[in-house]
């Protein structure tokens, strides 16, 4: 079991079967032994680094807010990022469970609304809670923002400031509540009296690459729009280098809003109008409702609902003319 280099590789094919046959998995934490109930959280999460550009601030974010509530209730965080492209990923979340024995697992987006993995945590008997998972269920726990009410919001905003050529560029389709975001656009162009132009919805996939990509089709039009709405702020930060490559003054000519606001908003130049997703607070509640579940004190089926802010910067503007 510890690897021990003098051991016959005939004895050693022998335990290995035994350990596959029985599904032995050793308990590590002495804690656990005694109390038979660990104090861990697991947060698992996709991996960024499988990305051409990884983003790290989602998943430090979530990070802190689930050590916060860690902290204040004498928890420890078992972080686990994993690749869900790879097929045997139930069966390493599995033995993960096993060996660790959380109270509770965390699953972030956009793991949390792909129902392999989801089942793969739900057939081991663990408790959990998915975070942005998309779809309101009342099965399993689930900790969201309110993505198309807020993303409406921001699209009201840009009408407000006299825009009617609105853009808006899509997440990748795997993220359901990317997808809520676009939703949301759809109801506030209604809600501010103006058509659909399919021809101003651009495709996506959550990259800084793909933003500025789809600005550049965006910007090239003969009737170009007058604002952009990215459904991230990676995507965001690829419309404000089109612009710039293009010669199209921000806000001036076009005005840009992306959502989720991570610290690159804050770096950009112009500032990043977006909106203020309470990551932090949302895993936050999410270890909380884990950490009551141990101790009998919260409902196992239900969703609960962090409202996200409008954050107005430097990048939007009254429409031109």
């Excluded at 170009?224 to 930060?237: C, L, Q, S």
């Excluded at 005005?255 to 989720?260: E, K, Q």
């Amino acid at each position: 079991m510890n690897r021990e280099p003098n051991v016959r590789d005939v004895t050693r094919a022998r335990v290995e079967a035994a350990i596959a046959e029985l599904n032995y998995r050793p308990n590590v934490s002495a804690r656990n032994l005694a109390s038979q109930r660990s104090h861990l959280i697991g947060l698992i999460y996709d991996d960024p680094s499988f990305y051409e550009t990884p983003s790290a601030g989602y998943v430090i974010r979530m990070q802190l807010g689930v050590l916060r509530a860690c902290s204040s209730a004498g928890y420890e965080l078992l972080i686990h990022p994993c690749n869900y492209r790879n097929k045997d990923i139930g069966g390493e979340l599995s033995a993960l469970i096993e060996q660790a024995r959380p109270i509770g697992i965390i699953l972030a987006a956009p793991l949390s609304n792909m129902p392999k993995i989801v089942r793969a945590i739900q057939a081991t008997g663990t408790p959990l809670v998915r975070i942005s998972p998309g779809k309101k269920k009342n099965d399993p726990l689930a900790v969201s923002t309110n993505d198309r009410e807020i993303s409406a919001e921001m699209t009201r905003y840009l009408a407000s400031l006299g825009h009617r050529r609105i853009a808006f560029i899509k997440g990748h389709p795997s993220h359901k509540a990317v997808g809520n975001r676009y939703r949301g656009y759809l109801d506030g162009l209604k809600q501010s009296g103006l058509a659909l132009d399919e021809k101003l919805v651009a495709e996506g996939d959550n990259s800084f690459e793909s933003g500025e990509s789809a600005a550049m089709g965006l910007l090239k039009k003969k009737r170009r729009p007058t604002a952009i709405f990215a459904a991230n702020d990676d995507m965001a930060a690829g419309v404000i280098r089109a612009t710039r490559l293009l010669g199209v003054e921000v806000p001036g000519q076009v005005s840009v809003a992306g959502c989720d606001d991570i610290s690159l908003a804050r770096q950009l130049c112009p500032t990043l109008t977006t909106i203020r997703q309470p990551l932090s607070a949302m895993a936050e509640r999410a270890a909380m409702l884990l950490i009551g579940m141990a101790h009998a004190e919260a409902d196992s089926r239900a969703t609960e609902i962090v409202p996200a802010k409008l954050k107005i910067r430097e990048s939007t503007g009254p429409a031109p003319g």
